[in-house]
C-alpha cells in the first residue's frame, strides 16, 4: 500500500479515537492560585450563612473567593444533573441527605475528605444518614426534626398530653369550648409528619436500616393499624385535608388559633415575631405506647460536586462549615439544630433534641425519591375518609414501581 495512503488512514484513525475520548476536567492539586467556589444554597437564613462564613474563610484563606448562588434546596439534585455535566454547575450544594442515593448512583457528588475525622466531629445521626453503601458523602451543617409546640395562652405545660388518644380527647374539648379555634393542627397530607404513625413496634420505612428496596412496610400490618388510628383524628380535626397543608396549619398556629402544632425549628422565628408565647416538647406516644412517637430526621448537608475543578478547595471550605463557630453562626441566622455537639442559646432547642432521641434518617436509597408523592396523596385519602389498607397498598406499589 502507498505510504502516503496509509500515513493519512493513521491519522484518520487517530482523529476518530480522539473524538470519542472525553476529556476530563483538572482537579485542583495545591491553593496557590487564585479560587473561585460556587456554592448553591436556598434562601431566608442559608444564604446570608453561606455569604457570612465565605468571608470569614478568605481572611485565611485569600486565594480563595466564596460565590452564592440561589439555588433552593427543593431544586439542587435535579439541576445539577443538568448543570454539572454542562461544566455550569457549582463546586459545591445544598441537599438533603434523603436524595443521596439519587446523587451517588449519578456520579453527581464525592465522598467526603477525611472522612474518619469528619464522622468524630458531627452527631451519630447525621453521619449516618450521609453515608451510602458503607461510605460517607458530604458535609452535614444542620440536623432537624420535628416535635410538639403548644401555645402556653391556650394549654398549659402540665396539659399538654403526652399520648395521642390523650391529644384527641383533650382537642375535642377545646374545640366545643373555644369555637373557631382548634385543639392541634398539622399537615395531614403531608408524608413528612404523617410517617410517625406508621412507626409502632418498631415498624420502618424501607425496613430497620432503610434500605429494603423489596419491602416498603409502608402497608405492613403496623402501618395500617397506625393509619387506622390517623384517620379516626378527624374527630377532633374535622377540616378536609385540602385545607389542612403546612402554611395552613402555621398561619393557624401563628395567628394563636390553634393550641398545638407540629413542625420544626424552622417555625420559632416566625412564631416569636407573632407574639405568640410558645413551648416545644416531644411528639406524642402511639396507641399502647410509653415513649414518643419516633419522627423523620434529616440532615442537610453540602456536598462537593463531581464536577468541580477545585475539589481541594470545596472540600475544605465545606469543613469549615461545621467548625463549632461557625455552626453557632449558622444557628444564630437559621435557626436550625447544629449538626456538631455545640452549646446555643434557645429555650427551644432542648425539646428538639429530646424529640431527635426517638427520631430515625429518612432512607436515601433512589426508591425514597417515590415516596413523597404517593404517601402524600395516601395520607390526604386516608384523612379524607379512604379505605386505609387500598390506600397504602396503591401507595407501596407506586413507590416500587410495580
Request: proline share 5%; charged share 20%; glycine share 10%.
Amino acid at each position: 500500500m502507498n505510504k502516503k495512503i496509509i500515513a493519512v488512514l493513521l491519522l484518520a484513525g487517530f482523529v476518530l479515537s480522539m473524538g470519542f475520548t472525553k476529556p476530563k476536567k483538572s482537579k485542583s492539586k495545591s491553593k496557590g492560585g487564585k479560587v473561585v467556589l460556587t456554592v448553591w444554597e436556598s434562601t431566608n437564613g442559608p444564604d446570608e450563612f453561606i455569604r457570612k462564613a465565605g468571608e470569614a474563610y478568605t481572611k485565611t484563606h485569600p486565594n480563595v473567593t466564596i460565590k452564592y448562588v440561589n439555588v433552593e434546596l427543593g431544586d439542587a439534585v435535579t439541576q445539577i444533573a443538568l448543570d454539572g455535566p454542562a461544566g455550569v454547575g457549582p463546586d459545591l450544594f445544598a441537599a438533603p441527605h434523603d436524595r443521596l442515593g439519587s446523587l451517588v448512583t449519578g456520579g453527581h457528588v464525592l465522598p467526603t475528605a477525611n472522612a474518619d475525622k469528619i464522622r468524630s466531629q458531627v452527631l451519630g445521626a447525621c453521619s449516618t444518614a450521609l453515608t451510602y453503601n458503607g461510605t460517607m458523602y458530604g458535609y452535614p451543617v444542620s440536623a432537624e426534626t420535628y416535635a410538639l409546640f403548644y401555645n402556653k395562652n391556650l394549654i398549659s405545660e402540665d396539659q399538654v398530653p403526652t399520648t395521642w388518644e390523650g391529644l384527641a380527647e383533650w382537642s375535642r374539648k377545646f374545640n366545643k369550648a373555644n369555637p373557631g379555634k382548634y385543639g392541634f393542627v398539622m399537615d395531614v397530607g403531608s408524608g413528612y409528619y404523617t410517617i410517625v404513625f406508621t412507626t409502632a413496634d418498631g415498624n420502618r420505612l424501607f425496613g430497620p436500616d432503610g434500605t429494603d428496596t423489596t419491602n416498603t412496610n409502608i402497608n405492613s400490618a403496623s402501618s395500617i393499624k397506625g393509619m387506622n388510628f390517623f384517620q379516626s383524628l378527624r374527630s377532633a380535626l374535622d377540616v378536609p385535608a385540602a385545607d389542612l397543608d403546612t402554611s395552613t396549619a402555621d398561619a393557624a398556629f401563628q395567628a394563636g388559633s390553634a393550641a398545638m402544632h407540629i413542625t420544626g425549628l424552622w417555625n420559632v422565628v416566625p412564631f416569636e415575631n407573632a407574639g405568640i408565647d410558645f413551648g416545644v416538647t416531644t411528639l406524642p406516644a402511639l396507641p399502647g405506647d410509653n415513649q414518643p412517637c419516633a419522627s423523620f430526621s434529616g440532615t442537610r448537608a453540602m456536598f462537593v460536586s463531581a464536577y468541580s475543578d477545585h475539589t481541594e478547595e470545596a472540600n475544605d471550605f465545606a469543613a469549615f462549615l461545621i467548625t463549632p463557630e461557625m455552626q453557632k453562626l449558622r444557628f444564630d441566622l437559621t435557626g436550625t439544630v447544629p449538626s456538631i455537639s455545640v452549646e446555643v442559646s434557645s429555650p427551644y432547642l432542648g425539646g428538639f433534641m429530646k424529640q431527635l432521641d426517638y427520631a430515625f434518617p429518612m432512607p436515601s436509597i433512589p426508591e425514597m425519591g417515590m415516596y413523597w408523592e404517593a404517601m402524600n396523596n395516601a395520607s390526604k385519602n386516608i384523612w379524607d375518609g379512604a379505605d386505609v389498607k387500598a390506600e397504602l397498598d396503591a401507595c407501596n406499589a407506586a413507590i416500587l414501581g410495580k
